[in-house]
Structures are given as structure tokens and as C-alpha cells.
């Protein structure tokens, strides 16, 4: 599996390094922006893990710049940072995974083989799940065809959801994809935003999608159209 890391602390970026070529791993590292995007230009790789906060090159103008191109390698979002962004935001740029530092190398090393596993498939993907579909570059979600307007929180919620179909995500799950990192308010959060899309999708559709599943979270189901 070939890795580029796009890292501009150096220390961590070599720790990364060791830890990944030690799991049989090929890694090429780039500490800025302007060269990371460069490398992935030039370079065939299995997936980039990329800094947001990088000089040269905000790592989400790299991100960006790559899906612009055409470059559909998968991107794993690796920041501390805190702000201008979230998760969701980086899902919608065209990223395929994110993990917030401090962060496990061991759970880094199976998030990297997982989408290695999975590939680059064919972008921008419009989500489906039975008559539901969103659609990332409009940011436009429909219900049996219907347009149904949303807010950017619930639309977060809706697209996280969907990323997951016939999944048990778990509040924290969705608090960790969804809230910005610095969010202290209690988890009961998502239930308000689960009730909000009941009734935009399935009590107004007649539907029966969204799924709680006591004492472990949520589920989508992805229910037959007509």
C-alpha cells in the first residue's frame, strides 16, 4: 500500500512514517501544502492523509484543488483544528475520512486499510438510500423526488446518516462526525436533530426511516421506493 503524508509537523509526520512503513506500508511525506498537492498529482497512491492546517497550502484548498482535477484517491483528514471547518465540511469538499488529534495509530492504520479496501470510486456521489438522495454539490437532499429543504445542521446530520445506510451509529458517533470538536452541550442534541428529520422525511412522506435503537443509537433504513 502506497501512503502520502502531507504533515508539516515534522516529529509527528516521522512518527506517522516509522509506524506506517513498520506495517508493510510505502510512504512518501510532504510538509507543505503546495507539495503534497503536487506529489498526488504526480504520483498513483492507495490514499493521502491530509493536515488542514498547512503552509504553502490550506490542506482544504488541496483537497479542493485534487477532486477539481479529477484526482479521486482517498483523502483522510488528519487536524487538530478547531473553527472555519468541520467534519462535514471536509465530507462535502470531497474528503472520505477524518480523524482529530490526539489520535490512535492503530485506529489510523484500519481507517487507512478500510479505504484502501473500498478504492476511488467515481466522484461527485450522489447518496441514495431507498427514495432518499443527497446530492453533496448541490447540497441538495430529496424524498421520493421531492425537494426537501433542510438546515445546514440537519442536512450534516442527514448526510451523516447516509454515509451509513442500515448502520447503528451511535450519538457520540454523530456528535463526533457532525459538532465541531469543541462542543460541551449534552448528547440529548441529537435526538432534537432526529426529531427534526422525522418530520421532514418521514412524517411528511409517510415514512417510517429513521430508526432508534435503544440503548445503542440510530439507523437509517434503506426502505423500498414505490
Not at 11 to 40: F, K, Y
Not at 104 to 133: C, K, M, N, Y
Not at 193 to 218: H, N, Q, W
Request: negative net charge; glycine residues 8%.
Amino acid at each position: 500500500m502506497r501512503i502520502l503524508l502531507v504533515e508539516d509537523e515534522a516529529p509527528l509526520a516521522e512518527s506517522i512514517r516509522r509506524g506506517l512503513v513498520g506495517e508493510g506500508m510505502v510512504v512518501d511525506v510532504a510538509h507543505d501544502g503546495i507539495t503534497g498537492q503536487w506529489l498526488a498529482t504526480e504520483n498513483p497512491y492507495d490514499v493521502i492523509v491530509l493536515d488542514v492546517m498547512l503552509p504553502g497550502r490550506h490542506g482544504y484548498d488541496v483537497l479542493t484543488n485534487l477532486r477539481q482535477r479529477k484526482i479521486w484517491t482517498p483523502i483522510l483528514m488528519l487536524t487538530a483544528k478547531d473553527g472555519d471547518y468541520d467534519q462535514t465540511d471536509a465530507f462535502d469538499l470531497g474528503a472520505d475520512d477524518y480523524l482529530t488529534k490526539p489520535f490512535s495509530f492503530v485506529v489510523l492504520v484500519a481507517r487507512l486499510r478500510a479505504l484502501a479496501r473500498r478504492g476511488a470510486p467515481e466522484r461527485p456521489v450522489v447518496l441514495t438510500v431507498g427514495d432518499i438522495t443527497l446530492d453533496p454539490n448541490k447540497r441538495l437532499v430529496t424524498c421520493k423526488g421531492e425537494s426537501v429543504s433542510l438546515t445546514a445542521k440537519q442536512y450534516a446530520v442527514l448526510h451523516y446518516l447516509m454515509r451509513h445506510p442500515d448502520d447503528v451509529v451511535s450519538k457520540a458517533e454523530i456528535l463526533d462526525n457532525v459538532w465541531d470538536p469543541a462542543f460541551d452541550g449534552s448528547d440529548n442534541i441529537v435526538e432534537v436533530y432526529m426529531g427534526y428529520l422525522r418530520k421532514k422525511l418521514d412524517v411528511a412522506f409517510g415514512r417510517d426511516s429513521i430508526e432508534t435503537v435503544r440503548g445503542m443509537g440510530y439507523r437509517l433504513k434503506a426502505q423500498k421506493t414505490d
